[in-house]
């Protein structure tokens, strides 16, 4: 297993480290003291196009060569970033046609990372011929396990750039995608204001405008901006896969909060890799949530340098980060046990941000593995020196094991950039949040999910919730049919089914498409502000443990065969069902009208577990988060005690702590922010 650190080995020659004399003598130390943490991995490079290509077409490799030796002598294995997410200044300079455009219209200047804008022919052209230099200078480098291609695309705000190259690049997209201008002005709904056009370079950019866009457009402006990142992504691997084929590529990605579709970029990687900030979040659902999302963006074709397909995170915050308004340090074990939540939920490499914390530059007090001073505290690497103990101990149980899940959770960017356009029936729904509220639901349950887009393969899935498919497509609708038809457990939810892809909504009921397979028509919805709420009265077998308000969105059901398992209780809508199950081939289709408060969906699932299909993990309390990685029938268990006391854990069979090689039996209290990793006691699995 993969355990390291991410270097800026640029920033420690003389006079920050190292003497005049020699001024990089401060990287032989650095690599000394990895290893003492027991680092075998470190990232390198991603910032240092400034440093590599001094000025134009001057390329300096070898003092990463150097770096990258000394790692080498210390057993130490590199992942090399493509610089290409910090231009130079020179470059800005020479070529300011590569500077973004905001939506106002007004340039963003260099002087800072990430100043370009990705359909520059400028920085296509130096980029290629930079990526192409250094692959060719370090490629073969012994110590080169895999690429990062650029770093945290879509950062600091730069999915989108209105410059004339981006205008000429949408344009030839509109028209691949269209072909005639009457067919654009139909499917994009231009007569809507009269803003019809007559040539493609009329076709405005979302820029500042006096009021909203055209939702059509803007929705292809989203994909159109997408493609630019997953084709820019898609130029440098063509060049590194061509010049060094077997170093597997990734880059890091954030919890699909950029304005980029991950599926698609993740299908130009060999494999994912994340950042995680979880020391600093304080709901381990959520932070659960974000890692199982990321883990699902690669489910097959994953290649690692290792040959494990599982996920890598390129950064977890070795502690406090810099851009929140209060900073604090993450308490001694926190970052301990998020990193086994990392582990538990299919990572199989960590690598921490960042190795010392930078004497200066805008994130000189960011967290780190060690200190400004080197003769200060040791607490950190302290913990993650543990960490790596640890996981040397652990790595030979959880080499080939994957996190197998049983409930899916469907997801697309396409929907959630049209649930985020201005004017929605109700501003105040948020698709995350809805979807939060499912997911906690079967995470505190200890059901293991993956989330997927309706394309995919479902049929593994015991049971899938489709929550707010605003946006679907026929196919797509005709995917989820067949997901149920073949006997399949599908929960869908309110604002399902209102437009099609093309943003248009039909002239038939809703859920478009899905009327037949939920047996029902949605004829009205209302919504409501926070402040109000309707009410859920259930009939028969739906467990309820409190009563169940109806929130912010309630679709008005006319039954069409269906089967009526709740309605509302007040105003004109009172007694229309709002809950409802439709057999459907040999599957079973459940419609929720409405959103309500967490213990709703935590009595859904527990109705679902006894239709059948669904297994926890494990019984423990509450607050203990679990989760499992496996292979050919051998299981291993995490248990994270996410509280600040000890929580007491009953086992009525043996089971085998790896950590501590020791049996557990009955009582156990895992201590405050604790992680037991367990498998089931060999001579019990012999027995079974
Ligand atoms: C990440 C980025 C790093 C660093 C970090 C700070 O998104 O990749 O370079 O800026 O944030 O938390």
Known sequence: MYFGVDYYPEQWVFPYGGSAENPEAQWLHDAQLMRTAGFNVVRLGEFSWGLCETEDGKFDFDWLKRVMDILGEHGIQVVLGTPTAAPPIWLAKNHPEILPVDERGITKHEGTRRAVCLNSDAYWTYSKRLVENMA?????????????????????????????????????????????????????????????????????????????????????????????????????????????????????????????????????????????????KSKPSEIACEIDMLRSLKKSGIKTPDGDTGFWVMEQKAGNVNWQEVNALVRPGVLRMFTYQLVSRGATAILFFRWRQSRYGSEKFHGAVLPHNLEGSRRVFNEIAQIGEELKILAPALKGTKVTAEACIIYTHDNDW????????????????????????????????????????????????????????????????????????????FNTGLVDEHSIVPDSGFPHNLTDLFGLEVQEFDTLPPSEENHLTFKGAFPTSHLHPAKLWCDMIEPKGCQILATYSKDFYSGKAAITMNTFGLGKAIYIGTQSHQHFYHDLVAWLRQMGGLHPLLKVPENIEVSMREKEGARVYFLLNHQNSPVRVQFYKPMHDFLTGSNIVGNYDIPPHGVLVIDEHPEVKTAG
């Open 136 to 280: 060719q200078a370090l490629g073969n480098h012994p110590q080169l396990i895999a690429w990062q291609i650029d770093n945290s695309l879509g950062g600091n705000f730069t999915e989108a750039a209105f410059n004339e190259d981006t205008r000429r690049d949408w344009h030839l997209w509109l028209e691949a995608k269209y072909e005639t201008i009457e067919r654009l002005n139909q499917m994009l709904g231009l007569r809507h204001w009269g803003q019809l056009v007559t040539a493609w370079n009329q076709v405005p950019m979302p820029m500042a405008a006096p009021t909203v866009h055209n939702p059509a457009l803007v929705l292809d402006w989203n994909r159109f901006c997408s493609d630019t990142i997953v084709q820019f992504v898609g130029m440098q691997a063509e060049i590194l896969r061509r010049l060094t084929p077997d170093r597997p590529i990734t880059t890091n990605l954030r919890a699909l909060r950029h304005r980029f579709d991950h599926f698609d970029l993740a299908d130009v990687l060999d494999f994912v890799s994340i950042e995680s900030t979880a020391a600093i």
């Open 418 to 493: 049209t649930l985020q356009q201005p004017n929605p029936p109700n501003k105040f729904f948020s698709l995350r949040e809805h979807i939060q509220l499912i997911y906690t639901a079967l995470h505190d349950r200890n059901i293991l999910v993956d989330f997927a887009r309706p394309n995919e393969d479902l049929s593994a899935y015991k049971i899938v919730f489709a929550p707010s498919l605003h946006l679907l497509s026929a196919g797509d609708a005709d995917r989820l049919k067949l997901y149920v038809q073949n006997g399949g457990t599908l929960v869908s939810t």
